[in-house]
Each structure stands twice: as C-alpha cells, then as structure tokens.
C-alpha cells in the first residue's frame, strides 16, 4: 500500500444486535430492499385506514343515535367523534415513541396493530354516542404506529433509498386517509344499499356502520399476522461485543497485518442521546409547520363529506355516503399514481421544501372555489368534484412527504423513534382540534347561510384557506430551518 493512502474502516456488526443483524444483510444485499418496503407501506395504510373511515358515515351515525335535536347540530356531535381519536394518540405518542426507541420498533408495531384490530370492530358496534367517543379514544391511545413506522422506513434501506422509503410511508398514509373514507362510504350502511345481500334483520342491519370497520379489522389482521417475518432495525449495543472489528488498506493489511481497533461509542453508541430535542430547531420546526398542515387537512377531511352529504338547502351537495365513497375512492388510486411516478422525479427537480410551498400555493385558489362548486349539478357536477378532491389530496400529500423528510433527517437513528413520538403529539392534538373545530364552525355555518360577509359555507372554506396560507408562511425562512444531508 503507498505511504499516502489512509485506511479504510470496515462497518462494524455486534452481535446479537437485530440492527446490526440487518446492516449485514443490507450490505450484502445490495439493492432496494422490496420486500421490506412492502411490508411498511401495508402497515402505514392499516395505520391510517380508520383514522378518517368514519367519516363519510358519521353525518348519518350521528343522526341515528339520535343524539343531535336539530339538522344543523349534526356536524357539532361529529366533531368530537373525530376528535377522539387524536386526543387519545396526542396524550401516548412520545410514549410510543420512547418504547420504540428502548425495546424496538417491532413490539410498538405489533401492539399498534393489536388495539387497531380490537378497538376499530368495536366502534362499528356502537349503540350510543358516548360508546362511539370512548372505542375511538382508545383506539387512538393505544395505536402508536406511525412514528415507529416512520423512523422503520428510514433504518430498512440505505442512505441512498431512504427517500423512497419515506416516500412511500407518505403514500400509504395519503392513500389510507383517502381510501379509508371511500371504504367507509361505499360499505356504509349495506342493508340499504344491497338489500339482496344483506337483510335488515341480519348483524350488519341492526349495526349499520359495522360492515367496513369489520373490513379494516380484518386487512389489518391479515398484515399483523406476517410480522413475524418483519426484521428490528434498532441498534442494542450496550450488552455485546463487536464482532468485527477491522481497518485495512485499500490494497490489503497495513505491512501485511491487521490492525485491531476499538469502536465501541463510534457504531451505534448513545453519543447525544441525552440531547434535549426541544432545542433542535429544525426538527421543531418541521414539527410545526407540520402540525398546521394537519390541522387543515383534517378540518377538510371533516368538512368535505359534512359540506357534500348535507342537503342542497344548506348549500351542500346532497350526495349520499356511498356516492362520497366513490369520489374518495377515485382520488385514492390517482394518488398511488402520483406518489410512484410522478412524485420522486418533481422531488428530485426542485427540492422537498419547494416542492412544499408549491403545493400550499396551489391549495389555496382550488378550496376557495369549493363553495361555487355547489352550484353545479349533473355530470358537470361528478367531473368538478372528483377532479377538486383529487388535485387537494395530490397537494396534500406532496406537503407531508416533504415534511416527513425534513424531520427524519434533523435527527440521528437513536432518537427518531422520540422525535417522530413528538412530531406525532402535536400533530395528535391540532388534530384532535381540528374535527370538534371544522365540526362546531360547519354547524355555525348553517345557520348563518344569509350573512352579508361571507354567508354559509363560504366561511368554512375561507378558515381553511387561512390555515393553509399560515402553512405556506412557515415554509419559509426564518421559521423553517432544515438541511440537505440525510441521516442515518
């Protein structure tokens, strides 16, 4: 080896670590890792599936339970349904996020999965409003899958793939909180829309709104039960020994020997760990600019199916559950399309961030028209709605995969499992805000449809737009901090 040349290092793997077990597969398997990325987008949609499910049905759950004394308090009730969800996830999810980071992403997986399975059946069984509340609450206290999954999907591939990762778990989340609604509209209430299959005495007639929370519990069961083949990617190195331990030339040995080094605290040690998170201002600041943007997406995914279930009179437009479900499905599978083909190329010409404040720009003209939207009817109607739904969901779903990014890489692997869990609280609690708000200001709305300034849904959607331009505001410098290196 010439005198000039400095030794190379060899990755070091410990053993008994399952992080270092799977680093070895990696480099020895060159590649994007497939299987595994599979894996996490089906579990990110069996995450996100019944966040917004209900939905599509809720206008008419509500009125059933016979809860709301007039028309125009239906949304209110609504709203706090929604709501329980992300109270129950805003109160666990730096929980959930610590766990993963102590014992694994694995058994925080599992357990997501568990409650999701047990807790989503039992809300379609609800026979009273307050049943409804407490099975979404605990639904959302005990399902702590997305931060893990989100920090999963970076830890699964190589620097270079960590992108697509991250890419693909905002895919499946944007589908899940598309598709989720589309399955619950079209499975809605069976009895009446296939009376050939389902008579009104059977299980699904007397509970009405069971059929796709079965639906979702059963895909869901399906994913849990192939987690026995899915691979821990946390590091565990305080109790072992590495097993390798190495540096050479890139000729050969030094002088024909090799040289034994000591790496312990140089491959996966603790290092910063006890770094204050709160202080790391990108990562904070990702966190809330994310967490606006999903109080706007969550206040429109209240307000969508209330503003187009909600009869003509009301300025709504007057469509059914199962007619909503269509539109939402349709926007789900254009998504998917979007998100693989055309999504990584956009990302890759003009950066995440700008890809972000494209996006809000562009969000902003297309909700103010919704309310005219309402004078349409017909064929004309169908066309405008669908289009309107997917080009918002498109939008929506480039702003949170670009936010995805920034947080993951503002941190290093030993503390995305607590940055995601914080990342997840308070985007839990403007979300938990968002359906009680969207829900109480729709209700509000309705009754003030002969306001001078802004009458009726007008105002609804004008909030929206507020949010969204705070978003786009906070996209910029000096707010938003963030670098281009990736971590691992």
């Known amino acids: 080896m010439a005198e000039n040349e400095e030794p190379i290092l060899k990755r070091v793997?410990?053993?008994?670590?399952?992080?270092?077990?799977?680093?070895?597969?990696?480099?020895?398997?060159?590649?994007?890792?497939c299987r595994f990325f599979i894996h996490v987008w089906f579990i990110t949609l069996c995450a996100a599936l019944p966040i917004s499910s209900l939905f599509p049905f809720l206008y008419f759950m509500m009125r059933d339970l016979h809860v709301a004394k007039r028309v125009e308090d239906i949304g209110f009730y609504a709203g706090f349904v929604g709501s329980s969800f992300m109270l129950g996830r805003a109160l666990t999810s730096v929980f959930w996020g610590i766990i993963a980071d102590r014992y694994g992403r694995k058994p925080v997986i599992v357990i997501g999965l568990i409650a999701l399975v047990i807790f989503n059946t039992l809300f379609g069984l609800s026979t009273s409003y307050w049943m409804a509340i407490v099975t979404r609450f605990l639904l959302g206290s005990l399902n702590g899958l997305l931060g893990p999954i989100k920090a999963y999907a970076v830890e699964i591939a190589g620097t270079e793939y960590q992108a697509v990762g991250i890419s693909l778990v905002s895919t499946a989340w944007g589908m899940g909180l598309v598709?989720?609604?589309?399955?619950?509209?079209?499975?809605?209430?069976?009895?009446?829309?296939?009376?050939?299959?389902?008579?009104?005495?059977?299980?699904?007639?007397r509970f009405p709104y069971f059929l796709p929370c079965l639906f979702i519990s059963l895909f869901s069961a399906v994913i849990l039960s192939t987690c026995p083949w899915l691979p821990e990617t946390l590091h565990k190195h305080h109790q072992s020994k590495p097993a390798i331990m190495i540096a050479e030339g890139l000729e050969g040995s030094f002088h024909g020997t090799e040289v034994k080094i000591?790496?312990?605290?140089?491959?996966?040690?603790?290092?910063?760990?006890?770094?204050?998170?709160?202080?790391?201002?990108?990562?904070?600041?990702?966190?809330?600019?994310?967490?606006?943007?999903?109080l706007h997406d969550m206040a429109y995914t209240e307000i969508f199916p209330l503003w187009a279930e909600s009869g003509r009179a009301y300025g709504g437009l007057g469509l059914s559950s199962q007619d909503?479900?269509?539109?939402?499905?349709?926007?789900?599978?254009?998504?998917?399309?979007?998100?693989?083909?055309?999504?990584?190329p956009m990302e890759k010409l003009v950066g995440h961030v700008n890809l972000c404040r494209v996006a809000a720009l562009l969000a902003l003209p297309l909700i103010a028209a919704y309310p005219f939207i309402a004078k349409l009817s017909g064929l004309e109607l169908t066309i405008i709605v669908n289009c309107a739904s997917l080009v918002k969901n498109v939008l929506s779903v480039s702003i949170i995969t670009g936010l995805f990014i920034l947080q993951n890489n503002a941190v290093e692997q030993h503390?995305?499992?607590?940055?995601?869990?914080?990342?997840?609280?308070g985007q839990s609690i403007f979300k938990a805000i968002a359906p009680a708000a969207a829900g109480a200001i729709f209700s509000w709305a309705q009754k003030h449809r002969n306001s001078s300034f802004l009458p009726?849904?007008?105002?609804?959607?004008?909030i929206l737009n507020l949010v969204e331009f705070v978003g786009l505001v906070m996209t910029f410098k000096p707010f938003l901090a963030y670098s281009t290196q990736r971590r691992r």
């Open 262 to 294: 000591d790496l312990e605290g140089l491959e996966g040690s603790d290092g910063d760990s006890n770094e204050n998170l709160f202080m790391n201002w990108p990562l904070m600041s990702s966190v809330i600019v994310y967490c606006v943007f999903s």
């Open 324 to 344: 909503v479900g269509e539109v939402l499905a349709i926007s789900g599978f254009s998504l998917l399309t979007f998100q693989l083909f055309a999504y990584p």
């Open 456 to 462: 009726g849904n007008h105002m609804v959607f004008f």
């Open 179 to 205: 598709v989720g609604p589309s399955i619950g509209g079209l499975l809605a209430q069976p009895a009446d829309k296939f009376p050939n299959l389902f008579s009104k005495d059977s299980l699904f007639g």
């Open 13 to 33: 793997y410990y053993e008994g670590c399952p992080g270092c077990e799977l680093d070895q597969w990696s480099d020895n398997n060159r590649g994007m890792p």
């Open 415 to 425: 503390q995305r499992g607590a940055a995601n869990g914080i990342s997840m609280t």
